[in-house]
């Protein structure tokens, strides 16, 4: 574990060392275009307009020296918004579940475009190293208990999956419009899920048993899958600094590359054991969580400005689930719920997120045509959560996990 912290904090160091030349700012489906203007925490950088910065016919607007022209500009529309980001996290933990388990963290980027209240994206993560769960697969609602006992209660088993690649994509297209205090967002969202994985058995010695003991494998087990997931949310902004949120999550589309075990018809079937690659397959013994299930989540957004050039933002979340997430069932005699679990029906994890934006720098550009000038801010965004399991975590997820990173912030 020693070893693990120290790994993912050489990663972390190199990461936020190392010249960048891609600045973006976080996104993904629950986090809106940042549009607040702000100050930098170093100088202005001189223009092609004006490429010694001085400050000859300028003004002074909020602390920033800006030309009277780019003033003037700046009362034109805005005709797109941008953002994009890229960035470490030491673990990828989507929804509680950790989907990534003592790898190496992950790398992750993403960018969005907004229009007409219209906003498209896409996020991508890549896991770093290699991830591994006591279970017999990683789907992405989660796994089962991943052990237990064979027909006479004395050679048990337990399986480990060890998951060498793990790619998502998401992409998204949400509609968001006011009423009046009231902030109403409607979207839909693709996950693709990239994934290679091999499950492993380690099986007790037992003398009464014609199964010798021993690592059994590699078996198969998850490995791609797709979701199709629409969405609604409700907002204010009508709160001083803070912003809550509530989100209703609706999967339309689950699919996957799901490994269905098979029953040898000569062997009792409460014999866990009882489990081999041929017929007479079972439709029931498979591992993926099928369900088309629903999610619901409550947030609260604080933004708060400490000083001109670095900002104090909080958020907290809790959720609950209806079939969508997996919740094990340790102890279970039954294979069906070794292996995958149950859907979870009931609440399932609160977060507390904490970032600091750091703003680097602050460039003001210009215009001939009927749109406002670029208006490009550069953050360096460090976070951390703490994420609290309610319901029973699956195999690889912890009760209480902490997590954090930083990515580089663009927005235009």
Same mark, same amino acid.
């Given at each position: 574990?020693?070893?693990?912290?120290?790994?993912?904090?050489?990663?972390? +160091?190199?990461?936020?060392?190392?010249?960048?030349?891609?600045?973006?700012?976080?996104?993904?489906?629950?986090?809106?275009?940042?549009?607040?203007?702000?100050?930098?925490?170093?100088?202005?950088?001189?223009?092609?307009?004006?490429?010694?910065?001085?400050?000859?016919?300028?003004?002074?607007?909020?602390?920033?020296?800006?030309?009277?022209?780019?003033?003037?500009?700046?009362?034109?529309?805005?005709?797109?918004?941008?953002?994009?980001?890229?960035?470490?996290?030491?673990?990828?933990?989507?929804?509680?579940?950790?989907?990534?388990?003592?790898?190496?963290? +992950?790398?992750?980027?993403? +960018?969005?475009?907004?229009?007409?209240?219209?906003?498209?994206?896409?996020?991508?993560?890549?896991?770093?190293?290699?991830?591994?769960?006591?279970?017999?697969?990683?789907?992405?609602?989660?796994?089962?208990?991943?052990?237990?006992?064979?027909?006479?209660?004395?050679?048990?088993?337990?399986?480990?999956?060890?998951?060498?690649?793990?790619?998502?994509?998401?992409?998204?297209?949400?509609?968001?419009?006011?009423?009046?205090?009231?902030?109403?967002?409607?979207?839909?969202?693709?996950?693709?899920?990239?994934?290679?994985?091999?499950?492993?058995?380690?099986?007790?010695?037992?003398?009464?048993?014609?199964?010798?003991?021993?690592?059994?494998?590699?078996?198969?087990?998850?490995?791609?899958?797709?979701?199709?997931?629409?969405?609604?949310?409700?907002?204010?902004?009508?709160?001083?600094?803070?912003?809550?949120?509530?989100?209703?999550?609706?999967?339309?589309?689950?699919?996957?590359?799901?490994?269905?075990?098979?029953?040898?018809?000569?062997?009792?079937?409460?014999?866990?054991?009882?489990?081999?690659?041929?017929?007479?397959?079972?439709?029931?013994?498979?591992?993926?969580?099928?369900?088309?299930?629903?999610?619901?989540?409550?947030?609260?957004?604080?933004?708060?400005?400490?000083?001109?050039?670095?900002?104090?933002?909080?958020?907290?979340?809790?959720?609950?689930?209806?079939?969508?997430?997996?919740?094990?069932?340790?102890?279970?005699?039954?294979?069906?719920?070794?292996?995958?679990?149950?859907?979870?029906?009931?609440?399932?994890?609160?977060?507390?997120?904490?970032?600091?934006?750091?703003?680097?720098?602050?460039?003001?550009?210009?215009?001939?045509?009927?749109?406002?000038?670029?208006?490009?801010?550069?953050?360096?965004?460090?976070?951390?959560?703490?994420?609290?399991?309610?319901?029973?975590?699956?195999?690889?997820?912890?009760?209480?996990?902490?997590?954090?990173?930083?990515?580089? +912030?663009?927005?235009?």
């Amino acid at each position: 574990m020693a070893t693990k912290t120290l790994k993912r904090c050489l990663l972390f +160091a190199t990461f936020v060392g190392a010249p960048i030349a891609i600045c973006a700012q976080g996104v993904d489906t629950i986090v809106e275009i940042p549009t607040t203007a702000h100050r930098s925490a170093l100088i202005e950088i001189p223009t092609a307009q004006n490429p010694t910065g001085d400050s000859n016919n300028k003004v002074t607007m909020a602390g920033e020296y800006k030309s009277t022209k780019n003033v003037v500009e700046q009362q034109k529309e805005t005709c797109w918004n941008w953002y994009a980001d890229v960035g470490y996290t030491s673990e990828y933990n989507f929804r509680g579940t950790n989907l990534t388990p003592d790898a190496d963290g +992950a790398v992750f980027a993403s +960018a969005a475009v907004s229009k007409w209240g219209f906003t498209l994206g896409f996020f991508d993560i890549y896991q770093l190293g290699t991830a591994r769960s006591p279970s017999f697969s990683m789907g992405e609602g989660g796994g089962g208990a991943g052990s237990g006992l064979g027909t006479r209660g004395v050679q048990s088993y337990t399986a480990e999956t060890v998951q060498t690649r793990f790619n998502e994509i998401d992409v998204f297209l949400q509609y968001h419009r006011s009423f009046g205090p009231l902030e109403a967002t409607v979207g839909n969202i693709g996950f693709f899920i990239n994934r290679d994985a091999q499950t492993f058995l380690d099986i007790t010695s037992d003398p009464l048993s014609v199964l010798p003991g021993g690592i059994y494998g590699p078996f198969a087990t998850v490995q791609n899958e797709q979701f199709d997931r629409v969405y609604v949310r409700l907002a204010t902004s009508v709160i001083p600094h803070i912003e809550p949120w509530i989100t209703y999550y609706q999967t339309i589309y689950n699919n996957g590359e799901d490994h269905r075990f098979y029953r040898a018809p000569h062997m009792p079937a409460i014999d866990s054991f009882a489990v081999q690659y041929g017929n007479n397959a079972n439709d029931n013994f498979h591992e993926r969580n099928d369900r088309l299930g629903g999610y619901l989540e409550g947030r609260l957004r604080g933004h708060f400005s400490i000083t001109d050039w670095v900002d104090f933002n909080p958020f907290g979340a809790i959720s609950y689930s209806y079939h969508d997430r997996t919740e094990p069932i340790p102890g279970s005699t039954n294979f069906r719920d070794i292996i995958r679990g149950r859907s979870l029906v009931g609440w399932n994890v609160a977060q507390a997120r904490l970032e600091i934006p750091i703003h680097l720098f602050h460039i003001v550009g210009n215009s001939a045509g009927p749109c406002a000038p670029p208006d490009l801010h550069v953050d360096f965004v460090p976070g951390f959560t703490y994420s609290y399991h309610i319901s029973r975590p699956t195999a690889g997820t912890d009760r209480d996990e902490v997590f954090g990173g930083a990515k580089i +912030a663009l927005t235009f």
